[in-house]
């Protein structure tokens, strides 16, 4: 009998599992391309260079909240906007993106948009950071979630 109500109970365990998804918002606010492109590769050449800078600023809007640092990776990043900020041909460029922070299988913690001022060197400089939405954690990451010093 009470082999049974063990197996039942693993059973149902597994089940419910295997049915109920892992929060993941990352997707959701992922805008993914249909097919290739001249514009997307070249998209994609700037965000490898890019990667590094955006990690630094999200880790250190981060710290204060997280005990692990999120990432970004660059499939997880959306161009709002970008423009030429001394005119027609002039090499100093800002660029605006949305961002979706993940921690350990593409859990998003947050929606957050960043300013970079891209100019010759190359030099790029972090000019604005907005955290536009926070994504509550699933219970089995709530770990790494700093606490509110008393």
Do not use: C
């Not at 929060?23 to 590094?52: C, G, H, I, K, W």
């Not at 190359?122 to 000019?127: F, S, Y």
């Amino acid at each position: 009998m009470i082999m049974i109500r063990v197996i039942i109970a693993v059973v149902l365990t597994v089940t419910l599992s295997l049915s109920s998804p892992l929060q993941s918002n990352a997707e959701a606010s992922y805008r993914v391309p249909q097919e290739d492109s001249e514009e997307l590769r070249l998209q994609d050449m700037l965000l490898n260079f890019l990667t590094p800078y955006i990690n630094d600023a999200v880790r250190d809007y981060y710290r204060r909240l997280l005990v692990e640092s999120p990432l970004v990776y660059p499939y997880f990043v959306n161009v709002v906007d970008s423009m030429r900020i001394n005119g027609f041909r002039g090499f100093n460029l800002s660029i605006t993106l949305d961002v979706t922070p993940v921690v350990g299988p593409h859990i998003s913690v947050g929606e957050d948009r960043l300013t970079f001022q891209i100019s010759v060197g190359p030099e790029v400089k972090l000019v604005n950071y907005t955290h536009l939405k926070s994504y509550e954690l699933p219970p089995h990451w709530q770990n790494i979630v700093k606490k509110p010093v008393k």
